[in-house]
């Protein structure tokens, strides 16, 4: 391992052998990957508690290769379904999902919609990235309205979808968006996340520079990154401005932050009250 790893910190919870990181330059998943790993850290959680659950796409290498604990790189659009699999059958591990909007959103969105309804105890971290960053650039129902990727090279015409909204409204125990500019609150964020007892979302608007940036005028990271930032509006703010002026600016903040009956305990619940009504409950 080269010596300039042995100086971060957070070594310790990544695969050195799967090091130097495949992603692009300038791809915000590695800073993904940093807070997620100072979360874990910070809340001294034992990675051999944690199960983490990606599906496919540039954010899904996030959880694998990437960190150091028991993962499932699994089918795309499917991660979400693979993880209440997981928390079902081992409701005592912290069960993570990482990974793109493509995966989770759009191919995966009806299981992040119904994940969601059932307030099943599991923290997804979303990258949004606003494309299809792994397979070429096309739009997806993320992509800002007027933008240019390779499926729409005049202009998408289409409104994204506002995926921090729609899960709060689904019945998620927490919620939250921030963008890789705002490190520390994205940290903050995804500690609360893990503490959580229910279905948790952290979405992270991340940049793409490769795929989105340089159709956009934006080719270098930095650019991306101060876009976020001069784009960005307190959700508290934002609640008091008309809809017309929040076109194309990023709503971050905590939306819901509430306690609700959570899956996993309610079907423990039934099975318990089932075996007792037959007289299989052990003694």
Not at 10 to 15: D, E, N, P, S, V
Not at 98 to 112: Q, V
Not at 197 to 226: T, W, Y
Not at 251 to 279: A, C, M, T, Y
Request: include cysteine; charge should be positive; proline fraction near 6%.
């Amino acid at each position: 391992m080269p010596e300039i790893y042995s100086k971060y910190p957070m070594i310790k919870y990544l695969r050195k052998e799967a090091l130097p990181t495949a992603l692009c330059p300038g791809c915000g998943g590695g800073t993904v990957l940093n807070a997620f790993a100072n979360a874990v850290d910070q809340l001294k959680i034992d990675p051999r508690d944690l199960v983490v659950v990606s599906g496919i796409g540039c954010s899904a290498w996030i959880a694998s290769p990437y960190f150091l604990a028991d993962t499932l790189h699994t089918t795309h659009g499917r991660a979400i379904a693979f993880a209440t699999g997981v928390k079902v059958g081992l409701p005592d591990k912290k069960v993570v999902v990482i990974s793109g909007d493509g995966d989770l959103a759009s191919i995966g969105g009806n299981h992040l919609l119904h994940a969601a309804r059932r307030n099943i105890d599991i923290t997804v971290i979303l990258v949004n990235n606003f494309i299809y960053g792994m397979t070429g650039g096309q739009v997806a129902p993320t992509t800002p309205f007027g933008a240019i990727t390779t499926t729409t090279p005049y202009r998408n015409i289409e409104h994204p979808l506002q995926i921090s909204e729609t899960i709060a409204a689904a019945g998620a125990s927490y919620v939250a968006r921030w963008t890789t500019a705002h490190v520390y609150q994205l940290i903050e964020s995804i500690k609360k996340a893990l503490q959580v007892k229910g279905f948790s979302l952290v979405e992270v608007i991340s940049q793409c520079p490769v795929q989105f940036g340089r159709r956009n005028k934006m080719k270098e990271p930095a650019e991306m990154l101060r876009w976020f930032l001069k784009n960005s509006v307190p959700i508290s703010k934002a609640k008091k401005m008309p809809p017309e002026e929040l076109e194309g600016k990023f709503v971050i903040g905590e939306f819901v932050n509430r306690q609700r009956p959570e899956f996993v305990s309610e079907l423990n619940k039934l099975i318990d009250e089932v075996q007792e009504h037959f007289g299989l409950k052990e003694v």
